[in-house]
């Protein structure tokens, strides 16, 4: 990964900290789909002004593949996040399995293209 990639996608995490610390400033409560919405929202921007598409959504997907042993997702990754939890619940859920994906990949630091 290239220092500018590692850069995107640092600050990528850095603004989900900020979101995971502060939900209710940014998404107005803890929103599991509020949050995706928002995330999908910061990429796009992303993508648009800076000509950058971040790399985290396609890591972050195959880390859960392999974790939860799945060839692809069924559903939505809100609903497999949610498995009857509330949005709340959900939201907390996405920030442990962020958590547990950083640790265990070294996440961007050991991320490629």
Not at 82 to 110: H, I, R, V, W
Request: aromatic share 20%; net charge negative.
């Amino acid at each position: 990964m290239n220092s500018y990639s590692e850069l995107y996608e640092t600050k990528f995490l850095s603004m989900l900290s900020s979101l995971n610390e502060r939900p209710g400033v940014f998404l107005g409560k803890p929103s599991l789909e509020k949050l995706l919405d928002f995330m999908f929202g910061y990429t796009f921007a992303m993508q648009r002004l800076v000509d950058y598409q971040p790399i985290f959504w396609k890591n972050f997907n195959q880390f859960l593949f392999e974790k939860y042993h799945i060839s692809e997702f069924p559903l939505s990754l809100c609903a497999f996040l949610m498995q009857g939890k509330s949005e709340e619940e959900g939201f907390a859920t996405f920030f442990q399995e962020l958590d547990q994906f950083c640790s265990t990949t070294g996440y961007p630091k050991n991320m490629s293209k």
